[in-house]
Nanobody, 125 residues
Framework: VQLQASGGGLVQAGGSLRISCAAS????????AGWFRRTPGKEREFVAG????????SYADSVKGRFIISRDNAANTLYLQMNTLKPEDTAVYYC???????????????????WGQGTQVTVSS
């Protein structure tokens, strides 16, 4: 499966932004999916994950209650709704996918086999 992230941009602190990830090549419903982010000098960080059906989700503590991960399998698209954004959310956001062996969200970067190219999100203070 190929992944293409989009929708990043510049937003003020406290604002909202939704980023998307379009999947192609194989039915997206075969895959668990997630979002990760990276800032210069830091390790790649798990943000959120969703199971193939959308019935199971998981979030990093830093974004819990502010971000919502969702998916539309008919449209082969993964979303991340980001609310109450903070300057520390500034990063390149990557979508990722892995073949679904269960209907649980995956949180570890090592289990993801497919990665998108990243989209920059910048939150100004």
């Amino acid at each position: 499966v190929q992944l293409q992230a989009s929708g990043g941009g510049l937003v003020q602190a406290g604002g909202s932004l939704r980023i998307s990830c379009a999947a192609s090549g194989r039915p997206f419903s075969n895959y668990a999916a997630g979002w990760f982010r990276r800032t210069p000098g830091k390790e790649r960080e798990f943000v959120a994950g969703v199971s193939w059906s959308g019935g199971s989700t998981s979030y990093a503590d830093s974004v819990k209650g502010r971000f919502i991960i969702s998916r539309d399998n008919a449209a082969n698209t993964l979303y991340l709704q980001m609310n109450t954004l903070k300057p520390e959310d500034t990063a390149v956001y990557y979508c990722a996918a892995t073949w679904a062996h269960s209907d649980y969200a995956e949180v570890g970067a090592a289990v993801y086999d497919y990665w998108g190219q990243g989209t920059q999100v910048t939150v100004s203070s």
